[in-house]
């Protein structure tokens, strides 16, 4: 009987560790690039909050660049933050993204290598980020792989791996 209560009590002990273990913020160690075939090149790096109560919130740092041309180069820096709830089953990370709590703010903003503050240039990003075609690329769940340490997160979804780095761990 005691034998059984011991191996009850380190199962549960053990379940609790792994279900907290996630909670905390985390940072990307590098910046994921995509590059176009035409030059162009869009670069990631971001941090997720996972809490305690199931919901998380997400800062992604997002840089795209349009094709260097003779004509204009144009390179849009911005932060976008999403906040939803996610679970976690064993090695699956599910995030439900709420996008009525979308919001993106223009970093920078360069026209051939220089920084802009052209009213209607800043007003066509600011539409851009805003609209419901480009927000709707955040919106849908997401289930990922991930491999938790005490300071590491892999997080892989099928067709890339991200490496996240623990900042903070959240605690009762």
Not at 89 to 117: F, H, Q, W
Request: aromatic share 8%.
């Amino acid at each position: 009987m005691k034998k059984t209560l011991f191996t009850l009590i380190a199962l549960m002990a053990v379940m609790t560790i792994q279900a907290q273990s996630i909670c905390g913020t985390w940072r990307m160690l590098q910046p994921l690039v995509e590059t176009a075939e035409d030059g162009s090149f869009e670069t990631m790096t971001g941090t997720y909050t996972f809490n305690e109560d199931g919901t998380f919130s997400y800062a992604l740092e997002l840089t795209e660049a349009s094709e260097p041309a003779p004509t204009m180069a144009l390179e849009i820096a911005t932060l976008i933050e999403l906040k939803g709830t996610y679970t976690l089953e064993g090695d699956k990370l599910t995030l439900t993204p709420n996008l009525d709590t979308y919001k993106a703010e223009i970093l920078s903003l360069s026209m051939n290598g220089k920084v802009t503050d052209n009213p209607m240039v800043t007003n066509q990003v600011k539409n851009m980020l805003n609209s419901s075609d480009f927000k709707a690329q955040f919106g849908a769940v997401d289930t990922n792989t991930v491999k938790i340490g005490d300071s590491s997160l892999e997080m892989t979804d099928g067709e890339h791996t991200l490496n996240f780095v623990r900042f903070a761990t959240i605690n009762k």
